[in-house]
């Protein structure tokens, strides 16, 4: 910018007009001489120099003379000013910044303008499949039970929400329940680190990740205890980098069957369809996820497991198998539920019971209660996350249950049986 000039006509706009000036004020030996010309004669004779210089002191103390600085500090401002003015009208505006949108943000909006097709981000078609699923399921268990499930839905300041299906006090489960789940967030450092040990994609210097979470979690609690209790979990997890790209990734999940009187023949029908499922995709997958159920599913504080397993596996990501793979697998297990278990409550559910079985159920179910408040990672970390809903976590506890001091069962009977197999897990296929 060139520099600037002001003009004559500007610094005399600036000054004050003739009007408004100050008016001058007398100094104190002109005040003095003043009253000397028009005093009598009689007052000249007698003059008080002293006093006279005093005076003027003083005056000269309470009327100082004006400055002639304002008018000229104007003048020396003048420049800066219109500098300052020219900049702001010249000069372009920095541009805003704006924080990028969250996943939840974005996935939103696709969902909204193009729906969910095989192109959309995996996250979308995991939501949208548990979803179709869920519905599924719960139709097929109203027309076994005869009872409507209670459909709550939920939304989460975060991102995210869930369908929450719950059937209580039917006429076949005491309690039950089919939810999903979709859940958005942020990862604190510590849980990044402690994810690493399984996912060495996750970046280890940072603070925080955004995280999505989908899943299907089901749990039903029979009336009768000749009808098992059935457990299943299906979940994808990704996180994303600062800008909103997939970090990691991993499927997990699995199904399980927790009788409290053991029917061979319905433990072998619910690892046989299981078994099916896994072999579509790889023949390894079954004897390799049924002892991960074993381990996993483990009471360790007695030194047994919950029940007579299923397939249990998580952490699966790329270095198992590419993302598609996985997914279609996941599919398969997931749709192999209703075949397993239907046949095997439609056979137990109206059999005879009596006290003594309702009595060893009730036992049954406080060790189920006991895995999945010690030892579910599942439960711990739902519980721990931000905006977490408990009602919904907690929903796979039975209704009723019970801790008996010391108790063991008669040698030889039904109930010692069931024991032996938790205590010494069987290959059912």
């Given at each position: 910018?060139?520099?600037?000039?002001?003009?004559?006509?500007?610094?005399?706009?600036?000054?004050?007009?003739?009007?408004?000036?100050?008016?001058?004020?007398?100094?104190?030996?002109?005040?003095?001489?003043?009253?000397?010309?028009?005093?009598?004669?009689?007052?000249?004779?007698?003059?008080?120099?002293?006093?006279?210089?005093?005076?003027?002191?003083?005056?000269?103390?309470?009327?100082?003379?004006?400055?002639?600085?304002?008018?000229?500090?104007?003048?020396?401002?003048?420049?800066?000013?219109?500098?300052?003015?020219?900049?702001?009208?010249?000069?372009?505006?920095?541009?805003?910044?704006?924080?990028?949108?969250?996943?939840?943000?974005?996935?939103?909006?696709?969902?909204?303008?193009?729906?969910?097709?095989?192109?959309?981000?995996?996250?979308?078609?995991?939501?949208?499949?548990?979803?179709?699923?869920?519905?599924?399921?719960?139709?097929?268990?109203?027309?076994?039970?005869?009872?409507?499930?209670?459909?709550?839905?939920?939304?989460?300041?975060?991102?995210?929400?869930?369908?929450?299906?719950?059937?209580?006090?039917?006429?076949?489960?005491?309690?039950?329940g089919v939810n999903t789940s979709v859940v958005y967030g942020r990862l604190p450092r510590a849980a990044i680190q402690k994810m690493r040990a399984n996912h060495k994609a996750l970046d280890p210097d940072v603070d925080s990740l955004e995280f999505?979470?989908?899943?299907?979690?089901?749990?039903?609690?029979?009336?009768?205890?000749?009808?098992?209790?059935?457990?299943?979990?299906?979940?994808?997890?990704?996180?994303?980098?600062?800008?909103?790209?997939?970090?990691?990734?991993?499927?997990?999940?699995?199904?399980?069957?927790?009788?409290?009187?053991?029917?061979?023949?319905?433990?072998?029908?619910?690892?046989?369809?299981?078994?099916?499922?896994?072999?579509?995709?790889?023949?390894?997958?079954?004897?390799?996820?049924?002892?991960?159920?074993?381990?996993?599913?483990?009471?360790?504080?007695?030194?047994?497991?919950?029940?007579?397993?299923?397939?249990?596996?998580?952490?699966?990501?790329?270095?198992?198998?590419?993302?598609?793979?996985?997914?279609?697998?996941?599919?398969?297990?997931?749709?192999?539920?209703?075949?397993?278990?239907?046949?095997?409550?439609?056979?137990?559910?109206?059999?005879?019971?009596?006290?003594?079985?309702?009595?060893?159920?009730?036992?049954?179910?406080?060790?189920?209660?006991?895995?999945?408040?010690?030892?579910?990672?599942?439960?711990?970390?739902?519980?721990?996350?931000?905006?977490?809903?408990?009602?919904?976590?907690?929903?796979?506890?039975?209704?009723?249950?019970?801790?008996?001091?010391?108790?063991?069962?008669?040698?030889?009977?039904?109930?010692?049986?069931?024991?032996?197999?938790?205590?010494?897990?069987?290959?059912?296929?």
């Amino acid at each position: 910018m060139p520099p600037f000039r002001p003009s004559f006509r500007i610094s005399r706009a600036l000054e004050l007009p003739h009007g408004h000036a100050p008016r001058p004020t007398l100094r104190a030996h002109q005040i003095r001489s003043r009253q000397l010309h028009s005093s009598s004669p009689r007052q000249v004779e007698s003059p008080q120099p002293k006093k006279a210089a005093k005076q003027i002191a003083l005056d000269s103390w309470r009327y100082p003379p004006p400055s002639k600085w304002p008018n000229r500090l104007r003048l020396l401002c003048l420049p800066l000013m219109v500098a300052m003015v020219y900049s702001m009208l010249t000069s372009e505006p920095e541009p805003v910044k704006t924080e990028a949108p969250t996943i939840a943000e974005k996935d939103a909006l696709l969902k909204r303008e193009n729906g969910v097709s095989e192109q959309s981000p995996m996250r979308l078609r995991m939501e949208q499949f548990i979803k179709q699923h869920q519905k599924q399921i719960v139709a097929e268990l109203e027309k076994v039970d005869g009872t409507k499930f209670k459909i709550d839905t939920w939304q989460r300041a975060e991102g995210g929400g869930g369908i929450t299906c719950v059937l209580q006090d039917g006429k076949v489960f005491e309690k039950g329940g089919v939810n999903t789940s979709v859940v958005y967030g942020r990862l604190p450092r510590a849980a990044i680190q402690k994810m690493r040990a399984n996912h060495k994609a996750l970046d280890p210097d940072v603070d925080s990740l955004e995280f999505f979470a989908a899943g299907l979690s089901m749990v039903l609690h029979p009336h009768n205890p000749n009808a098992p209790t059935v457990h299943l979990n299906y979940r994808y997890f990704e996180t994303a980098d600062e800008f909103g790209n997939t970090n990691a990734w991993w499927y997990g999940g699995g199904c399980d069957l927790t009788p409290s009187y053991l029917y061979d023949e319905d433990a072998i029908h619910f690892h046989g369809a299981i078994k099916q499922a896994c072999d579509k995709h790889d023949k390894a997958y079954y004897p390799r996820f049924k002892k991960w159920c074993d381990e996993y599913f483990n009471n360790k504080h007695r030194g047994e497991t919950r029940g007579v397993g299923g397939i249990f596996f998580d952490d699966l990501d790329e270095t198992e198998k590419d993302q598609e793979q996985l997914f279609s697998f996941v599919q398969d297990c997931l749709s192999a539920f209703l075949p397993s278990y239907l046949p095997i409550i439609n056979r137990r559910k109206d059999m005879p019971f009596t006290e003594e079985q309702k009595h060893w159920q009730q036992i049954r179910r406080g060790r189920y209660v006991e895995f999945n408040l010690v030892h579910d990672r599942g439960t711990a970390f739902g519980l721990n996350t931000p905006g977490a809903r408990v009602e919904s976590i907690l929903m796979s506890l039975p209704l009723t249950a019970r801790w008996q001091y010391m108790h063991e069962p008669e040698k030889g009977s039904r109930e010692e049986r069931l024991i032996d197999v938790l205590k010494n897990p069987r290959e059912w296929v």
